[in-house]
T-cell receptor
Framework: QTVVTQEPSLTVSPGGTVTLTCAFS?????????PNWFQQKPGQVPMPLIH???NRHSWTPARFSGSLLGGKAALTLSNVQPEDEAEYYCLLHDSPLWVFGGGTKLTVL | QVHLVQSGTEVKKPGASVQISCKASGDTFTNYGIHWVRQAPGQRLEWIGW????????QYSPSLQGRLTVTRDTSASTAYMDLSSLRSEDTAVYFC????????????GGQGTLVTVSS
């Protein structure tokens, strides 16, 4: 079964920049895998941030951006704010199924 | 305004079945796919299946194949998931999520339904 791997944890300083990645066990992530990114804070419902690689939702702050980087999907947070501390999940389309990554716990310190 | 509203908390015994509903409003139901995702306590999100609300086609995660059935009632703009032969490891919060059909765009989700499986 396909495995999607994310960094288990990352730490960033307020105002800094951090990149989270999302890798397929079977090969490179491409636009055809329709990468989505979700943010989940403790006790809350996951909130969609990015869809189809690099498209923000209307509610997603501009400091969040998605891309493909070195065969992986990537989520970059710029000018990180304290409220960005959360778990971040990627979701990839492994046609006809979908697979979530294991999540990255982002600490803002 | 788009809303996905799920049914309430369930407590079931091992071996039983559970049905969760996800009622959509605010947009054309049949333009979307409804996905089901679960999250065991302290664990990651797990995609478990989806239904094309337009034609009723479904796909399921191999981990739940045979125990999970996803259906929809277009007249009620509601999707359902039925999970049978429940085990303690099925204890989780179950979410429905909407994908604009075949586009990879996930936008809105339900509030989650806690299912506890315990003897």
């Amino acid at each position: 079964q396909t495995v999607v791997t994310q960094e288990p944890s990352l730490t960033v300083s307020p105002g800094g920049t951090v990149t989270l990645t999302c890798a397929f066990s079977t090969g490179a992530v491409t636009n055809t895998h329709w990468p989505n990114w979700f943010q989940q804070k403790p006790g809350q419902v996951p909130m969609p941030l990015i869809h189809t690689t690099n498209n923000r939702h209307s509610w997603t702050p501009a400091r969040f951006s998605g891309s493909l980087l070195g065969g992986k999907a990537a989520l970059t947070l710029s000018n990180v704010q304290p409220e960005d501390e959360a778990e971040y999940y990627c979701l990839l389309h492994d046609s006809p199924l979908w697979v979530f990554g294991g999540g990255t716990k982002l600490t803002v310190l | 305004q788009v809303h996905l509203v799920q049914s309430g908390t369930e407590v079931k015994k091992p071996g039983a079945s559970v049905q969760i509903s996800c009622k959509a409003s605010g947009d054309t139901f049949t333009n979307y796919g409804i996905h089901w995702v679960r999250q065991a306590p302290g664990q990651r999100l797990e995609w478990i299946g989806w239904i094309n609300a337009g034609n009723g086609n479904t796909q399921y995660s191999p981990s739940l194949q045979g125990r999970l059935t996803v259906t929809r009632d277009t007249s009620a703009s509601t999707a359902y998931m039925d999970l049978s032969s429940l085990r303690s490891e099925d204890t989780a919060v179950y979410f429905c999520a909407r994908e604009f059909f075949a586009s990879g765009i996930f936008d809105y989700g339900g509030q989650g339904t806690l299912v506890t499986v315990s003897s």
